[in-house]
């Protein structure tokens, strides 16, 4: 039997150890204090041990205490012993084993303060960029000194690199470096393989694409999307559907006024970025005819679009500007411009929406999904095309709401049956969402009994179906693994079929708002303002 004093307890770990929160090991040791003032003032010495493992830890960081302690102790007893100082070699050793060692300012003229470092512009920003590359290929590190003899074939490999974005210089480097060495052996023998280097500047835009706009910008990155064979969908990658993205392609070009992109100055693109935040609700945005930038846009907040649809113009205008850069099209970047964010907008044109007429309402309840025949290319009617409308203008519920109602949820309140809007346990399958605050018990309109919306609940119990409206929608999975609810839900296959695309209900009846993605919830504005006018087929 194990004694108190016997049982066995856990090595503590050496102070020159430490875990990072990300649970993996660094070494760290403290610089003695009379060396500090040859290291510039530096304190301690961190080195990262790449593993989460304490054995290789302990073991990988052994190495470091012995080759540090060996060093400083060498270093402070000549300090101590006031010798002439350190020998090329050993200074050599300390700065390879503190290569993090910072310049500290110079504190003996406190009087005289050190100008600020003045800001460099892009193209000294690129040139910084290529040079570092450059040394990398040539030295084989960063950081590392171009040897003397190398500095004329260095400044050719810049030369050769200025139509290249920073980021490709990796790559084509090594290409340029053997393009080179190929046009040396050929001059050397009379037959050059390339032409000489000569630094110029940024060559003329590609005749192609001298007259491109904005919507060809797009139509470019379209192709190129659906050239890629490892991506699913051309616009898989990028928000909104291939329609929306069309459309903001157009609003775009009306934004920089239909102008060739290679034209744009930097001004132009700032101009184009504040006209997005003016635009119009409603105004329709033609490439041919050109539609004016003045007719696009106002400046009565009213009239304007709501902030959810500016803030996507905005963000794709941002794609667009980077692969117009890409391109070689402009060398604007967005981190040039002024670009504050839009807020909330609370007018009669926000994401509630604005009431239908009597005239649309009308619209709405006399199209096929309740009277006549079905279009063509459709063969089979859903009972969400004809229940959901009439829930919602009678309830003036959301999509969602509506779409992911139980039978369950049909029940009597003090004795008047009732629709029960109201939230499953957060991690439920497939759970149904309210937003905060919002679960409530609304009556069920004598109008909906009328259309016999009673016995329909009383067949869909009959049939054992737990969703009312189940047959035709699916409920959409949350897109973000670590959350266990989606926030379209079921609302997703009904608002395609009501709102989405050239063949949606509302674009067939011919809505005048059908191409401003309107929203079933619009029904709750019509109830509230035609309660005592209700006209139904």
């Known amino acids: 039997m194990w004694g108190i004093a016997s049982v066995p307890t856990m090595k503590p770990s050496p102070s020159y150890l430490t875990r990072n929160r990300h649970g993996t090991f660094y070494f760290r040791i403290v610089i003695p204090r009379p060396l500090r003032a040859l290291l510039r003032g530096q304190r301690e010495v961190r080195r990262t041990l790449?593993?989460?493992?304490?054995?290789?830890?302990?073991?990988?960081?052994?190495?470091?205490?012995?080759?540090?302690?060996?060093?400083?102790?060498?270093?402070?007893n000549m300090v101590e012993r006031d010798e002439l100082g350190l020998t090329e070699a050993d200074y050599k050793e300390l700065m390879e084993l503190l290569p993090e060692a910072k310049p500290t300012p110079d504190f003996s003229s406190p009087g005289e303060s050190t100008a600020e470092e003045t800001a460099l512009s892009d193209e000294e920003i690129e040139n910084r960029q290529r040079r570092r590359e450059v040394e990398r290929l040539l030295t084989g590190a960063y950081g590392r000194s171009i040897p003397v003899e190398q500095e004329k074939h260095a400044q050719e490999l810049m030369a050769l690199t200025r139509n290249y974005q920073p980021t490709e210089l990796r790559k084509v480097l090594p290409k340029l470096r053997e393009k080179l060495m190929l046009n040396q052996a050929g001059l050397a023998s009379g037959t050059p393989v390339i032409a000489p280097a000569t630094p110029t500047t940024a060559?003329?835009?590609?005749?192609?694409?001298?007259?491109?706009?904005?919507?060809?910008?797009?139509?470019?990155?379209?192709?190129?999307?659906?050239?890629?064979?490892t991506a699913k969908g051309g616009q898989a990658k990028h928000g909104g559907t291939l329609e929306e993205r069309e459309r903001r392609a157009r609003a775009m070009t009306v934004l920089t006024q239909h102008n060739p992109v290679c034209q744009l100055t930097k001004q132009d693109w700032q101009a184009a970025f504040d006209a997005a935040r003016k635009m119009k609700a409603g105004a329709k945005a033609s490439i041919d005819p050109p539609t004016p930038l003045k007719e696009f846009v106002t400046e009565d907040p009213e009239q304007m679009v709501g902030h959810e649809r500016a803030s996507a113009?905005?963000?794709?205008?941002?794609?667009?500007?980077?692969?117009?850069?890409?391109?070689?099209?402009t060398k604007t970047r967005v981190d040039d411009?002024?670009?504050?964010?839009?807020?909330?907008?609370?007018?009669?044109?926000?994401?509630?929406?604005?009431?239908?007429?009597?005239?649309?309402?009308?619209?709405?309840f006399s199209g096929y999904i309740y009277r006549g025949a079905l279009p063509a290319g459709k063969t089979k009617a859903y009972p969400f095309w004809f229940w959901l409308p009439l829930i919602g203008y009678f309830t003036g519920a959301r999509t969602n709401e509506i779409a992911q109602l139980d039978t369950a949820d049909i029940r009597e309140v003090d004795g008047y049956p009732c629709f029960d809007f109201c939230p499953d346990a957060p991690n439920a399958f497939e759970a149904k969402r309210i937003k905060t605050g919002e679960a409530r018990q609304v009556p069920i309109h004598p109008r909906l009994i009328e259309l016999g919306f009673l016995d329909y609940v009383n067949e869909q119990r009959q049939a054992k179906q737990k969703k009312l409206l189940g047959d035709g929608l699916a409920y959409l999975k949350p897109r973000n693994k670590d959350v266990n609810h989606s926030k379209e839900g079921w609302a997703k296959d009904a608002g395609q079929f009501f709102n989405d695309g050239p063949k949606s209900y509302l674009r067939e009846i011919g809505l005048p708002w059908a191409g401003l993605q309107l929203r079933l919830m619009t029904l709750q504005q019509t109830l509230a303002q035609n309660d005592d006018n209700i006209c139904m087929p």
């Open 50 to 76: 790449k593993t989460d493992s304490e054995r290789l830890a302990r073991k990988r960081a052994r190495q470091y205490v012995a080759r540090y302690e060996a060093v400083f102790d060498k270093v402070v």
């Open 337 to 364: 411009l002024l670009i504050k964010p839009i807020q909330k907008r609370e007018n009669s044109r926000t994401r509630r929406g604005k009431a239908f007429t009597m005239e649309e309402v009308e619209a709405i």
């Open 203 to 229: 060559p003329a835009v590609d005749p192609a694409y001298a007259s491109w706009t904005l919507y060809d910008v797009w139509k470019d990155q379209l192709e190129r999307d659906r050239a890629d064979t």
């Open 313 to 329: 113009l905005i963000a794709s205008m941002k794609q667009m500007l980077n692969h117009a850069r890409f391109l070689d099209l």
